[in-house]
């Protein structure tokens, strides 16, 4: 009975351990990816994002992991997307046909003097 209890005792700390490695793992992941502007060529037709999902998705693997990166679609001035990336699926996605560049995505802060705007 003692070492029964014990085994199940063992089994329960194993098992929160390669819980906990797994999430740790999986959010190590997630803070590595960073939001980047991918610029592609122009392309044919009407419907942007299509296109640059089926690019997004042969570097993250699938068409639901594409939808969840990517943040904005540009079609207007310029032609691309913005998506979460990691810096492996930067290099990756910098090597497929059509995208001509990806930089990360920069915040600017306007600066302001408050006497200024009277």
Same mark, same amino acid.
């Given at each position: 009975?003692?070492?029964?209890?014990?085994?199940?005792?063992?089994?329960?700390?194993?098992?929160?351990?390669?819980?906990?490695?797994?999430?740790?793992? /999986?959010?190590?992941? +997630?803070?590595?990816? /960073?939001?980047?502007?991918?610029?592609? +060529?122009?392309?044919?037709?009407?419907?942007?994002?299509?296109?640059? $999902?089926?690019?997004?998705?042969?570097?993250?693997?699938?068409?639901?992991?594409?939808?969840?990166?990517?943040?904005?679609?540009?079609?207007?001035?310029? /032609?691309?997307?913005?998506?979460? !990336?990691?810096?492996?699926?930067?290099?990756?996605?910098?090597?497929?046909?059509?995208?001509?560049?990806? $930089?990360?995505?920069?915040?600017?802060? !306007?600066?302001?003097?408050?006497?200024?705007?009277?």
């Amino acid at each position: 009975m003692r070492s029964q209890l014990l085994t199940q005792s063992l089994l329960s700390v194993t098992l929160i351990f390669v819980v906990s490695s797994s999430i740790v793992v /999986s959010m190590a992941g +997630e803070s590595s990816a /960073s939001v980047h502007i991918v610029y592609t +060529e122009r392309p044919e037709g009407d419907d942007h994002e299509s296109v640059h $999902l089926r690019t997004l998705s042969s570097v993250l693997g699938s068409e639901e992991k594409a939808k969840e990166s990517l943040v904005y679609v540009y079609k207007h001035a310029a /032609s691309g997307f913005s998506a979460k !990336l990691t810096p492996e699926q930067v290099s990756e996605l910098s090597k497929q046909p059509g995208v001509l560049q990806v $930089l990360p995505d920069q915040k600017y802060q !306007l600066h302001t003097r408050a006497g200024m705007l009277h």
